[in-house]
């Protein structure tokens, strides 16, 4: 699929190889994932810090995405985990062992990144083989695992190609070879779909997610894509200016943001001044948060926040319409399904309990219960 990182390689401006010791064993030969965990972890360049006491875990065998946009820390973060990167504090362990100075040819992990990097003269046999080659492994081995891979990723009539002949998903696919021939305890993949159109990222984002389930291989991710993000994590971590802002299940994630952030980065909220919920929300709430899928058409109920405006944009989403509302000078989106007669004008409502408060500073507060509890 992308471009590759063997940890029998270090990548550079240029791509150079060098030969090293045998790698440790990996998971495929030991029959375990690895257990990633980073600890306190800091990166600095200069005065600018890249990486803020990032503390996170990947349990083996799940797939950890690291969710954030551009500059917030997600590939400096895999790069210290994958050992291109050496923290300027905090310590980097797979299996409880503290692999911080290690080279990436010693932990046990393979990364894919966002470019293909393929080596044009190669075929795609030679792609894949390239890492077991640069390790001394036997040529009888080195056939046997280029022939499993190439089976699992459907590149059996692809072996004799070169990369110029291969469309892009199939490009991708020999990426993947390349790092999975290895056994990796660890697979890191960086932006591995983002070169992809579309329909293409769609459909090898479920290949990668039936494939490593099928391996049970430990991965962490790196997008900026909240779809993809939902659709691949176990386990979804949620980075902003290098410091990791809400991690957990991405259902929990979705329903339950702890700030302002993240409710904004995952699933696109719009915000409204918390006056307009009147007594229904925390008297320390600024603001309140609504997804456009919670709104509906017309007057709510006493328990509602109902809200009027001006349509001023409507989106056809197949079956659905993304209605813009201008509420007050504020945009609010109502997710309405396609025949819904639209005007100039739009009444909408949202339940209580679906209702997202967040202080002035950003932080998530509770809703008060019936009884008083804190939901």
């Given at each position: 699929?992308?471009?590759?990182?063997?940890?029998?390689?270090?990548?550079?401006?240029?791509?150079?190889?060098?030969?090293?010791?045998?790698?440790?064993?990996?998971?495929?030969?030991?029959?375990?994932?690895?257990?990633?965990?980073?600890?306190?972890?800091?990166?600095?360049?200069?005065?600018?810090?890249?990486?803020?006491?990032?503390?996170?875990?990947?349990?083996?065998?799940?797939?950890?995405?690291?969710?954030?946009?551009?500059?917030?820390?997600?590939?400096?973060?895999?790069?210290?985990?994958?050992?291109?990167?050496?923290?300027?504090?905090?310590?980097?362990?797979?299996?409880?062992?503290?692999?911080?100075?290690?080279?990436?040819?010693?932990?046990?992990?393979?990364?894919?990144?966002?470019?293909?990097?393929?080596?044009?003269?190669?075929?795609?046999?030679?792609?894949?083989?390239?890492?077991?080659?640069?390790?001394?492994?036997?040529?009888?081995?080195?056939?046997?695992?280029?022939?499993?891979?190439?089976?699992?990723?459907?590149?059996?009539?692809?072996?004799?190609?070169?990369?110029?002949?291969?469309?892009?998903?199939?490009?991708?696919?020999?990426?993947?070879?390349?790092?999975?021939?290895?056994?990796?305890?660890?697979?890191?993949?960086?932006?591995?779909?983002?070169?992809?159109?579309?329909?293409?990222?769609?459909?090898?984002?479920?290949?990668?997610r039936t494939l490593q389930r099928?391996?049970?291989?430990?991965?962490?991710?790196?997008?900026?894509?909240?779809?993809?993000?939902?659709?691949?994590?176990?386990?979804?971590?949620?980075?902003r200016a290098g410091r990791v802002?809400?991690?957990?299940?991405?259902?929990?994630?979705?329903?339950?943001?702890?700030?302002?952030?993240?409710?904004?980065?995952?699933?696109?909220?719009?915000?409204?001044?918390?006056?307009?919920?009147?007594?229904?929300?925390?008297?320390?709430?600024?603001?309140?948060?609504?997804?456009?899928?919670?709104?509906?058409?017309?007057?709510?109920?006493?328990?509602?926040?109902?809200?009027?405006?001006?349509?001023?944009?409507?989106?056809?989403?197949?079956?659905?319409?993304?209605?813009?509302?201008?509420?007050?000078?504020?945009?609010?989106?109502?997710?309405?399904?396609?025949?819904?007669?639209?005007?100039?004008?739009?009444?909408?409502?949202?339940?209580?309990?679906?209702?997202?408060?967040?202080?002035?500073?950003?932080?998530?507060?509770?809703?008060?219960?019936?009884?008083?509890?804190?939901?």
């Amino acid at each position: 699929m992308t471009p590759v990182m063997s940890t029998t390689m270090t990548t550079t401006t240029t791509t150079t190889t060098t030969t090293t010791t045998t790698p440790p064993p990996a998971a495929a030969e030991t029959g375990q994932a690895g257990t990633v965990s980073c600890a306190d972890l800091s990166v600095r360049f200069g005065g600018t810090t890249a990486l803020d006491g990032v503390d996170l875990t990947c349990p083996a065998g799940e797939v950890l995405v690291l969710l954030g946009p551009s500059g917030c820390g997600k590939t400096t973060l895999l790069r210290c985990i994958a050992g291109l990167e050496t923290p300027t504090t905090g310590r980097v362990s797979i299996d409880d062992r503290d692999v911080s100075d290690l080279g990436p040819e010693r932990r046990g992990i393979s990364m894919v990144y966002q470019d293909y990097a393929l080596y044009p003269q190669k075929t795609v046999y030679g792609n894949i083989e390239f890492p077991l080659r640069m390790s001394r492994v036997p040529k009888a081995e080195r056939q046997r695992r280029v022939h499993d891979v190439s089976t699992l990723l459907r590149l059996e009539s692809l072996l004799e190609r070169k990369p110029a002949q291969l469309s892009g998903g199939q490009q991708q696919r020999v990426g993947i070879g390349r790092a999975l021939v290895r056994n990796p305890a660890v697979l890191l993949m960086d932006e591995p779909l983002s070169n992809l159109d579309a329909e293409l990222r769609a459909q090898m984002r479920a290949e990668l997610r039936t494939l490593q389930r099928e391996l049970g291989m430990t991965t962490i991710y790196v997008t900026h894509d909240q779809s993809e993000a939902l659709s691949l994590a176990d386990r979804l971590a949620v980075l902003r200016a290098g410091r990791v802002e809400q991690v957990g299940h991405p259902e929990e994630v979705y329903r339950r943001p702890a700030s302002r952030f993240v409710a904004s980065l995952v699933g696109g909220m719009s915000f409204l001044p918390a006056s307009h919920a009147g007594p229904t929300v925390p008297d320390t709430a600024e603001v309140v948060g609504v997804r456009s899928e919670d709104l509906r058409a017309g007057e709510g109920g006493p328990a509602d926040l109902t809200v009027s405006g001006s349509i001023v944009l409507t989106e056809l989403i197949g079956r659905d319409r993304l209605v813009h509302l201008d509420v007050d000078g504020v945009t609010v989106r109502a997710r309405l399904h396609a025949d819904y007669p639209i005007s100039s004008q739009l009444t909408v409502h949202v339940a209580r309990a679906d209702l997202h408060p967040f202080t002035a500073d950003g932080h998530r507060c509770p809703l008060p219960t019936s009884e008083g509890n804190p939901s």
